[in-house]
């Protein structure tokens, strides 16, 4: 009988409405580590059990977590039609379960659930197994209102990926993007998952949103006044506030990762250029001084750098300055018409679209260190706007593979790319938000 | 003219509280139902165009309709990608600079346009500077700069919704859009009008 440690209390309760009764795990060194540094890992074949206990929340939890661990990346979900085992005559406990009969369907991991339903209130017990030490490795027990049934998924799915990766899951973060109706464009709030969409402006013409670091205020770039300036809306009470207003059109603020300071672009005399605003108050900082376009910054994780696009040789490509607007410098060659940077939160590379020899907008990267481009989408429609989940594991970006423009996950490497959205117009300008506090 | 602002102090402000708050969004608020936005514009007159006839009747109705006239649906195009005016571009602004000229209680709006090619956020800088472009040209032709308004549309209002050549070359472009007060909203439809005024409070 092997021990186990104590279950290991979360840090805090970011999500008020989950509550952690136990989680447990073996020793550091008994973990199966799955190593996510190299491009084309072998995917974690998974089994997941048909759950015991209430049907309906129990199947729609482990639908829920499913998504999550496909898009991932790092687990590959079996067909339980192939399943072997009775789940009417397994337990939960190791004793009980013969692990030979999920090990021969071809899987590493094994996860049952229980669902049990007290009034308004759901509670699931999760347990995941590693079938090849006939082990459980992990469990926890959350609850939570039967209407935040996902966010129990999505929590137990960041646990199982801070479990193998040693670091934090983006599953329960959320996700900003421009909604097209019939009317004009809407800023909307989701899930990571896609799930939970929810206009947070009406539906003139909003575009270009970016999170602040509190999670849930959101700059965006509106004609509300006539030209195109920018607002924020707090995504919990839908407050809209002027934030810059200066120059003949003013766009896309981005924080710095101090969450304080911001850079915003804005064209005052016949040129756009991007301007820094300190924390203070004290009126933008002009970081750019030439002839032609410059906008769309990103900043780089420690906050020394930001990457922007300018025209300045004829064409949009990808700069790098240091944060004060000196050493400007070109990052990418390829190309003729290269865009919408993103820094990761790795520091490594930028993400950027750019148009290709068929004409057609694709997702890259760039590493900062040597400029080496690698293409990440290809020969399926348009693809924009990349933007880069807070622990650099996942890529949203929209494409129009599928017709209409949708939203899309991928790993950085460009593989396990997903849809993640439905919407009847189009979905695009994806921005994903930052971890939720806590936690 | 608007005077440069910065207004984020109470956004900054808004970034301190709640830290510690869910992120998750109350599912029975109403869209932009809470807090109305900070201005609140009032429709454009129904019919601008007649406004600053009674001010020049010295001038004469006919010529003051005719000037209108020569500003209505002037559309300049341009190349992908390029802010650069063509020839017929400069020509069509010749007309354009010469009744603005003669009439300087005459406004005009340039609204700068691209195709849906590109970013948002891109398309914003290229309309700007082809709006900016266009009043440079109509500057040098000795339009006052208190005469014309420039502002950039991005890739949001397409003149043609397609997506292909035909419809691009139709959408890469400068409107003057003419008024007795370049600064209103346009009154075509656009993304400036309604959902930016809340209705009454209910």
């Known amino acids: 009988m092997k021990t186990r440690t104590p279950s290991i209390p979360f840090a805090s309760l970011a999500h008020a409405l989950l509550l952690c009764t136990a989680f447990a795990q073996p020793a550091l060194a008994d973990r199966p580590v799955i190593n996510i540094e190299h491009a084309g890992i072998q995917a974690y074949p998974v089994a997941i059990a048909p759950p015991v206990g209430e049907p309906t929340s129990g199947k729609a939890v482990l639908d829920v977590l499913s998504g999550d661990f496909t898009r991932s990346g790092l687990f590959r979900i079996l067909d339980p039609a192939s399943f072997l085992a009775d789940p009417n005559k397994e337990g939960f406990t190791e004793q009980t379960i013969d692990f030979s009969k999920w090990t021969t369907v071809g899987a590493s991991g094994l996860v049952k659930a229980k669902s049990v339903i007290t009034g308004d209130n759901v509670q699931v017990e999760f347990h995941f197994y590693d079938t090849a030490k006939n082990a459980e490795v992990l469990h926890g027990t959350?609850?939570?209102?039967?209407?935040?049934?996902?966010?129990?998924?999505?929590?137990?799915?960041?646990?199982?990926?801070?479990?193998?990766?040693?670091?934090?899951?983006?599953?329960?973060?959320?996700?900003?993007?421009?909604?097209?109706?019939?009317?004009?464009k809407q800023i909307v709030v989701a899930d990571s998952d896609g799930a939970n969409a929810q206009a947070v402006t009406g539906a003139s013409i909003n575009l270009l949103?970016?999170?602040?670091?509190?999670?849930?205020?959101?700059?965006?770039?509106?004609?509300?006044?006539?030209?195109?300036?920018?607002?924020?809306?707090?995504a919990l009470t839908r407050a809209i506030k002027p934030l810059v207003l200066m120059g003949d059109y003013a766009s896309g603020p981005v924080f710095a990762p101090?969450?304080?300071r911001f850079t915003f672009s804005a064209s005052l005399n016949g040129n756009t250029d991007i301007f820094l605003s300190e924390a203070d108050g004290s009126a933008g900082r002009k970081l750019t001084e030439a002839r032609d376009i410059n906008t769309a910054a990103t900043w780089s994780p420690d906050g020394k750098q930001i990457a922007f696009i300018s025209n300045r040789a004829g064409n949009p490509q990808v700069y790098v300055m240091n944060a004060d607007g000196s050493n400007q410098r070109r990052l990418t060659f390829q190309g003729n018409y290269n865009q919408e940077p993103a820094w990761s939160p790795k520091g490594d590379l930028i993400a950027f679209s750019g148009r290709d020899e068929l004409r057609s907008f694709d997702i890259y990267t760039v590493a900062v260190a040597t400029g080496k481009v690698a293409r990440l989408t290809q020969n399926a429609g348009t693809n924009e706007k990349p933007s880069w989940s807070p622990n650099g594991r996942h890529l949203i970006f929209s494409s129009t593979r599928t017709g209409k423009r949708q939203l899309w996950t991928m790993s950085p490497d460009g593989t396990n790319q997903q849809r993640i959205t439905d919407e009847p117009r189009s979905a695009g300008d994806p921005s994903w938000g930052p971890f939720p506090a806590g936690n | 003219m608007r005077t440069p602002l910065l207004r984020f102090s109470l956004a900054l402000a808004a970034l301190a509280v709640s830290a510690c708050s869910t992120p998750e969004v109350k599912p029975d608020v109403k869209p932009q139902a809470a807090k109305p936005a900070a201005k609140v514009e009032t429709p454009p007159p129904a019919a601008p165009e007649t406004t600053p006839a009674a001010e020049f009747k010295a001038q004469g109705q006919a010529e003051l309709d005719k000037a209108l006239e020569q500003l209505k649906s002037v559309s300049v195009f341009f190349e992908f990608d390029s802010s650069t005016l063509t020839k017929d571009a400069s020509d069509k602004l010749g007309v354009v600079g010469d009744v603005l000229s003669r009439h300087p209680e005459l406004d005009v709006k340039i609204e700068g346009n691209c195709d849906e090619r590109g970013s948002a956020q891109y398309n914003l800088a290229l309309g700007q500077k082809r709006a900016d472009v266009v009043k440079k040209y109509l500057a040098q032709l000795g339009v006052k700069a208190g005469q014309i308004k420039a502002i950039s549309l991005g890739s949001e209002k397409p003149a043609d919704p397609g997506h292909d050549e035909d419809a691009w070359k139709k959408n890469r472009r400068a409107d003057v859009q003419s008024g007795p007060d370049s600064a209103k909203p346009a009154s075509n439809g656009d993304a400036t009008a309604a959902p930016a005024a809340p209705a009454p409070t209910k």
């Open chain 1, 258 to 260: 101090d969450g304080l």
């Open chain 1, 142 to 184: 959350y609850s939570a209102p039967v209407a935040s049934l996902r966010q129990i998924a999505h929590r137990f799915a960041d646990d199982v990926m801070k479990f193998f990766t040693q670091e934090r899951g983006d599953f329960q973060t959320r996700i900003a993007y421009v909604r097209e109706t019939g009317d004009g």
């Open chain 1, 209 to 234: 949103p970016g999170w602040a670091h509190d999670g849930h205020t959101i700059a965006f770039t509106s004609f509300r006044d006539g030209a195109a300036h920018i607002y924020t809306v707090d």
